[in-house]
């Protein structure tokens, strides 16, 4: 038919994207990774140290305000767009 392929697929030398069987592999040699890890530092009495990260400051953006003021201007746009439609 018309809708059908007219050329055969075309294949890359290289792999394109992460086989499936690798994903379950990976994740499973992490958590041992992790787990092995976690074994030696309690043999050793310590424990991870992971610092945890400060939050950063609260922004202008972060807040509410900015959000209305971009819907504010959103309905003023729309209505300087109908207004200027309807002078044309």
Known sequence: GHWEGQRATVR??????????????????????????????????????????EPEPATFLDSGWAAVLVGVGAIIFLAVAIVAGKLV
Do not use: C, D, I, N
Request: glycine fraction near 2%; charge should be positive.
């Open 12 to 53: 890359s030398l290289f792999a394109t994207s992460v086989p499936t069987w690798a994903a379950p592999r990976a994740a499973a040699a992490e958590a041992e990774s992790v787990a092995r890890m976690r074994r030696r530092q309690k043999a050793r009495g310590t424990r991870p140290t992971v610092a945890e990260p």
